[in-house]
């Protein structure tokens, strides 16, 4: 059951932070290579007038993939954790 618990600087897997749907990114909450938890919000999303929070799905290193400003589609991959 330890397994379970990611660790950043040995797995090597990266995990995908994927927009939940189409629209623009306003601004990052956490800057590349923070270390971040499960769940953690790591940017804000606009998208139809709504600002979106986007997490997450792993703890570990954050990479982003997309410049704040940029518009992007629904389950495009924004950012990695590692």
Do not use: H, W
């Not at 990114?25 to 769940?39: A, F, Q, T, W």
């Not at 007038?49 to 704040?68: I, N, P, R, W, Y």
């Amino acid at each position: 059951a330890a397994a379970a618990a990611p660790v950043a600087s040995s797995s090597g897997a990266e995990t995908p932070v994927e927009a939940p749907v189409a629209g623009t990114i306003l601004r990052y909450v956490r800057s590349n290579g923070d270390m971040v938890e499960k769940d953690e919000t790591v940017l804000i999303m606009e998208s139809m007038k709504m600002e979106l929070e986007v997490k997450s799905k792993a703890a570990g290193v954050l990479t982003f993939k997309a410049d704040a400003g940029s518009a992007v589609a629904a389950g495009q991959t924004i950012a990695v954790v590692c």
